[in-house]
């Protein structure tokens, strides 16, 4: 695995150490058992496993070519960082909340659709392709959920049991749409005037998740968007705002100020809700590690996307994305996928690749990366994600 060659960062070093520690932990065991019978996840792209597609039909090649072999509503090459974490737990893949045919809601449901954002969308961030499914709008459709399970007649067959809400895990792994819409016009310094607000509404979320029965909940911090190639492209900068490793500052910088708040919000919040385990998880640490040192990792490419179109430095056109045709200057061109994404950490500019996912899996699953500390291991006998 691409963490035996992590350098002696402390980043890398935690990789290491979560790396060395699953490679204990991941044999496989045909009696394990988990406290966890379900998860309940709320995001956006990086966590949805097809709910967006489910409402709004429209995806097409290469999306899955690693994993599925064909386009599953998942925004990259393969399997999700959510994927994983259900794999690790003996859980099946989530089913998306939007999907009515074919779902099995049995171990739990996802939430998550793609473009979504926390706060609710203007008007001009929907004319941007900005989703309607809100965080607030995923947690009436978890209210929805459990009414409709505390309801349920013997005969249904794809619900869980009434009591699966106390003994679920609940992620959140949502932000980023809010910080790169509005960041279209208020600009790296602007979108900061955002961030109380955002935090405020995932806290209370947590809240209301809590009331519901709701005991555990993992939150990802924000992702170093400074370093995505679709990113580089489209938010405006300058050269003096660009560092060595190729990603913007400004951007970055205003990311850690809004993860030093959620941070700071989540412990808040644990001590409100005394017999919660609230865990904030580091997962910027992670993909930044991914980006700025992808040769030490196993990668080829850090800020250069995998199915693009364009070539340069960052193989991405606002124009014309992953999977489609279009012609510009005259010219039908389509952007297309390369012959081994498993070298890449970015997919297509603005989501990363199966393999960057898994890294970040394997981490989260080594329990480096939380705060405070939380046993995972000794809730789950975790199980090979393979």
């Known amino acids: 695995m691409s963490y035996l060659s992590a350098k002696g960062s402390s980043v890398a070093r935690n990789i290491l150490v979560s790396w060395m520690f699953l490679m204990v932990m991941l044999v496989p065991n045909t009696s394990a058992k988990c406290a966890y019978e379900a998860i309940f996840n709320f995001g956006d792209s990086n966590s949805d496993t097809g709910g967006f597609y489910a409402a709004f039909p429209s995806q097409s090649s290469p999306n899955g070519m690693t994993y599925f072999k064909k386009p599953t509503g998942r925004p990259t090459d393969g399997r999700l960082y959510i994927d994983f974490l259900a794999q690790a737990l003996g859980l099946p893949f989530l ?7 074919g779902s099995d809601f049995r171990h739990g449901v996802n939430f998550a659709t793609s473009a979504s954002t926390v706060l ?5 961030l929907f004319v941007n392709g900005v989703s309607p499914f809100y965080l607030a709008v995923q947690l009436n459709q978890m209210k929805q959920f459990k009414a409709k399970v505390d309801e349920q007649s013997s005969g249904q067959t794809n619900l869980p049991p009434p009591d699966i809400f106390g003994k679920a895990l609940y992620t959140i792994y949502i932000g980023q749409n809010d910080f790169t819409g509005y960041a279209s016009s208020a600009g790296a310094g602007g979108v900061k005037q955002y961030t109380p607000q955002v935090v405020s509404q995932i806290t209370s979320v947590i809240k209301e998740l809590y009331a519901l029965g709701g005991r555990s909940f993992m939150v990802l911090n924000l992702a170093p968007i400074g370093c995505y190639p679709g990113f580089l492209v489209q938010l405006t900068h300058d050269s003096s705002d660009v560092d060595s490793y190729g990603c913007m500052m400004s951007y970055n910088n205003a990311v850690n100020e809004y993860n030093s708040m959620l941070k700071d919000q989540l ?6 809700l ?12 992670v993909l930044l590690e991914l980006f700025q040192h992808p040769t030490s990792h196993g990668l080829q490419h850090g800020t250069t996307a995998c199915c693009g179109w364009g070539g340069g430095s960052y193989n991405f056109n606002q124009q014309v994305f992953c999977g489609n045709t279009k012609v510009i200057d005259g010219k039908t061109v389509t952007a297309t996928a390369c012959g ?5 950490a970015s997919w297509d500019g603005i989501h990363i690749t199966e393999t960057a996912n898994k890294e970040l899996a394997y981490a989260i ?3 480096s990366y939380f705060d405070p500390p939380f046993p995972l291991n000794q809730y789950c006998d975790i199980q090979p994600i393979g």
């Open 120 to 124: 609710q969308p203007t008007t001009s």
């Open 340 to 344: 081994d994404p498993q070298n890449y």
């Open 274 to 285: 005394h017999d919660a385990n609230v865990i904030y998880v580091n997962s910027h640490s």
């Open 95 to 101: 089913s998306p909340y939007l999907q009515s045919i």
């Open 365 to 367: 699953l080594g329990g």
């Open 267 to 272: 412990q808040q919040t644990r001590q409100d």
